[in-house]
């Protein structure tokens, strides 16, 4: 169909032309020139005020916290199994364990009830993803964290201008991780940062975003040359991506509020059909503010998860699951551990259902869909 309603719709937010053309201009296309800088201060500010260092990815700002935390083999790090391969890459790639434990049903995050349980004298970090950018229970999260001894990863990439008490995500770990790909709020094609608060990586992250040498240093006038003297790799994105990137992060709070109103559009249109017992709309604790990133319904079964996509697409509704579990991914059963049984994790992901969000998205387009969800739930 021609009119259909698509999941994602990629927009611009004004400028990203205007400065895209600055950039050619000013004939620094590499990284860390001046869109990057503007960016790195924008990035900070949003998430509290840690510094801020832009990467080609989320992936790569994981993959830097990895290299930060010193991960080597035998290594374990505690996350969730609900989540995108790249959290427990960044740990596999150190020669690590990812160790999964189970999910929260309401927030559909990491169940920090479940993390002691976890622990071993193996374990050096807890990396957590705030899902749909809801945020995890930091305040427990963090305790724990800090009765053990682990870092705190966060892996932000849904969490953009989303808080926890007030406080933003991604300003709470030792590390945070954002995302700017083209399915998140804000966008540059492919993006990504790595916010680093804790003060003593700051100087060693510069160093490793800049390939393993001090180079930074040497530009700031620090030292006489730069040299390799650490790991690293080739973690910035062009000026040409961070153009487009500062456009966004201008409009990232306008962007957040458009989103919003069409995820309280959704929520307030299908509060009969979750009383009906029809199906499941997110739940938000009240301590969370999120950013309208995902809206999702949880079907009444699998089988039933399956009828209803195949229903909305006959109705013109691009509609689609989430993550398969990596506990039981190939990879997950290769490299990762699995200490416990995942029941609310295999429930929700066989049940899960994320309804078109974008900025393009009108009120006519939300009515149809949720139309499309009634006729798809008798």
Excluded at 70 to 96: C, H, I, K, Q, Y
Excluded at 245 to 251: F, K, M, V, W
Aim: glycine share 8%; aromatic share 8%.
């Amino acid at each position: 169909m021609s009119d259909r309603v698509p999941f994602n719709a990629p927009t611009l937010a004004g400028k990203e032309f205007d400065y895209i053309r600055q950039a050619l201009e000013r004939r620094h296309l590499a990284g860390n020139g001046h869109f990057s800088k503007a960016c790195h201060g924008l990035i900070s500010d949003f998430t509290g005020g840690g510094r801020a260092l832009l990467t080609h990815s989320c992936t790569a700002g994981l993959e830097m916290a990895a290299l930060l935390c010193d991960l080597g083999p035998g290594d374990e790090v505690l996350m969730p199994s609900f989540t995108f391969a790249s959290t427990a890459n960044a740990v596999v790639l150190r020669g690590a364990v990812p160790v999964f434990v189970d999910i929260r049903p309401d927030t559909l995050n990491i169940d920090e009830t479940l993390l002691e349980a976890a622990v071993t004298p193996r374990t050096r970090a807890v990396c957590v993803v705030h899902y749909a950018g809801v945020a995890c229970d930091m305040e427990a999260i963090s305790a724990f964290a800090r009765r053990y001894g682990l870092l705190v990863i966060e892996d932000a990439a849904q969490a953009l201008h989303a808080t926890w008490k007030g406080r933003p995500l991604g300003g709470f770990g030792d590390f945070a991780a954002l995302s700017f790909h083209e399915t998140k709020n804000v966008i540059a094609g492919e993006g990504g940062a790595l916010v680093v608060n804790n003060p003593r990586f700051a100087l060693r992250a510069e160093i490793i975003w800049e390939k393993g040498t001090n180079r930074a240093q040497f530009y700031r006038g620090e030292i006489s040359r730069y040299t390799w003297v650490d790991l690293g790799s080739s973690f910035l994105p062009s000026e040409v991506t961070a153009a487009f990137l500062l456009a966004q992060l201008e409009q990232s709070r306008e962007i957040t509020r458009a989103r919003l109103q069409s995820w309280n559009r959704y929520h307030a249109a299908l509060a009969p059909l979750e009383q009906a017992g029809r199906l499941r709309r997110p739940l938000v604790p009240a301590e969370a503010g999120h950013n309208g990133h995902i809206y999702y319904v949880l079907a009444r079964s699998a089988p039933a998860r399956e009828a209803m996509l195949a229903r909305l697409g006959e109705l013109g509704v691009s509609a689609v699951i989430h993550y398969v579990p990596l506990h039981s991914a190939p990879a997950g059963l290769r490299f990762a551990r699995t200490p416990a049984p995942m029941p609310v994790t295999d429930d929700v992901a066989a049940r899960l259902v994320r309804l078109p969000m974008h900025l393009a998205l009108t009120e006519a387009d939300v009515d149809r869909v949720v139309a499309a969800l009634g006729d798809a739930t008798r």
